[in-house]
């Protein structure tokens, strides 16, 4: 038991860690933005942060924190990690490994999505996280979605991912790919959500600390891949029929979010923070 809380207790720690570093990071980007976005210099870019916790109970608890920031190059970016424990619910728990027979849980993690104001700078997104029930794993990724798809970046952001998949197992990258694919398909327009990344579940290769580095190799890999990709496209020139196009591409990204998105369920199923759960959700979006 004491082996099993030292390690919450250093995933924890390690996704407050993350979160800083990626706040930090995206900040840098806030402070190097060109005169294109001197529109919106009256906006204080940084990362609005706000506690929550959940309804205490005997078996229930937890809690965890919003970063939140609406800027110049990131009109809506937030930056969230939780730690909640309780019980499923009976109709959630035969879904969830190790929860049939006894439904209590532990999780804790990370959660990053991005809408940046240039529709010529993706929309992105990364997750990480640690779940404990009578078995544990991790569990996460990372994916792109452009409004206007740009080889170099799209090849950029896979290649960073299947190198720090290759450091640990040279099967991971083809698999989370194609789980990747699978997964952030909207199957009732037919499409994908963008252009994919990764996406791992169930994690637990038997070595749990070869399996918790490459967790954190993932956020790491993100953080780097996703800077030099807004980097090098922000301060591109954008019209009018570039931003009606984001805004179409938006609503796809709200329709999978909120009908198919696992991890929208799963934080609303356990009584997590609403505002936290639909941070997810771009500023602005439109339908035709």
Request: hydrophobic share 35%; aromatic share 14%; charged share 25%.
């Given at each position: 038991?004491?082996?099993?809380?030292?390690?919450?207790?250093?995933?924890?720690?390690?996704?407050?860690?993350?979160?800083?570093?990626?706040?930090?990071?995206?900040?840098?980007?806030?402070?190097?933005?060109?005169?294109?976005?001197?529109?919106?210099?009256?906006?204080?870019?940084?990362?609005?942060?706000?506690?929550?916790?959940?309804?205490?109970?005997?078996?229930?608890?937890?809690?965890?924190?919003?970063?939140?920031?609406?800027?110049?190059?990131?009109?809506?970016?937030?930056?969230?990690?939780?730690?909640?424990?309780?019980?499923?619910?009976?109709?959630?728990?035969?879904?969830?490994?190790?929860?049939?027979?006894?439904?209590?849980?532990?999780?804790?993690?990370?959660?990053?999505?991005?809408?940046?104001?240039?529709?010529?700078?993706?929309?992105?997104?990364?997750?990480?996280?640690?779940?404990?029930?009578?078995?544990?794993?991790?569990?996460?990724?990372?994916?792109?979605?452009?409004?206007?798809?740009?080889?170099?970046?799209?090849?950029?952001?896979?290649?960073?991912?299947?190198?720090?998949?290759?450091?640990?197992?040279t099967?991971?990258?083809?698999?989370?790919?194609?789980?990747?694919?699978?997964?952030?398909?909207?199957?009732?327009?037919?499409?994908m959500?963008?252009?994919?990344?990764?996406?791992?579940?169930?994690?637990?290769?038997?070595?749990?600390?070869?399996?918790?580095?490459?967790?954190?190799?993932?956020g790491?890999?993100?953080?780097?891949?996703?800077?030099?990709?807004?980097?090098?496209?922000?301060?591109?020139?954008?019209?009018?029929?570039?931003?009606?196009?984001?805004?179409?591409k938006?609503?796809?990204?709200?329709?999978?979010?909120?009908?198919?998105?696992?991890?929208?369920?799963?934080?609303?199923?356990?009584?997590?923070?609403?505002e936290?759960?639909?941070?997810?959700?771009?500023?602005?979006?439109?339908?035709?």
């Amino acid at each position: 038991m004491e082996n099993l809380e030292n390690k919450k207790n250093i995933a924890q720690k390690w996704f407050k860690e993350l979160r800083d570093s990626i706040c930090d990071g995206f900040l840098s980007i806030e402070n190097d933005a060109s005169d294109n976005y001197q529109h919106w210099d009256n906006l204080n870019s940084t990362f609005e942060r706000k506690d929550w916790k959940r309804a205490n109970t005997q078996h229930d608890g937890g809690g965890g924190t919003i970063s939140l920031m609406q800027g110049k190059v990131f009109e809506k970016v937030g930056v969230n990690i939780s730690t909640v424990f309780g019980e499923f619910s009976d109709e959630f728990k035969e879904s969830i490994p190790g929860a049939e027979q006894d439904p209590r849980f532990w999780a804790s993690g990370i959660s990053v999505v991005a809408h940046p104001r240039s529709p010529f700078v993706p929309i992105s997104h990364m997750n990480t996280l640690l779940i404990v029930t009578t078995k544990q794993w991790f569990g996460g990724g990372g994916d792109l979605t452009p409004i206007f798809p740009i080889d170099r970046d799209t090849e950029d952001f896979h290649l960073a991912f299947k190198s720090t998949c290759d450091k640990y197992n040279t099967d991971y990258y083809p698999q989370y790919k194609e789980w990747c694919d699978k997964y952030f398909f909207l199957p009732h327009r037919n499409e994908m959500r963008g252009v994919g990344g990764i996406f791992f579940d169930s994690l637990n290769s038997g070595d749990w600390n070869n399996d918790f580095t490459y967790t954190q190799d993932v956020g790491k890999t993100f953080l780097d891949v996703y800077s030099r990709i807004i980097r090098r496209n922000m301060n591109k020139q954008w019209a009018i029929k570039d931003q009606e196009a984001q805004s179409i591409k938006r609503g796809r990204y709200v329709e999978f979010n909120l009908i198919h998105d696992r991890g929208t369920k799963f934080g609303l199923m356990t009584g997590g923070n609403t505002e936290a759960i639909l941070m997810s959700l771009p500023p602005s979006a439109s339908w035709k």
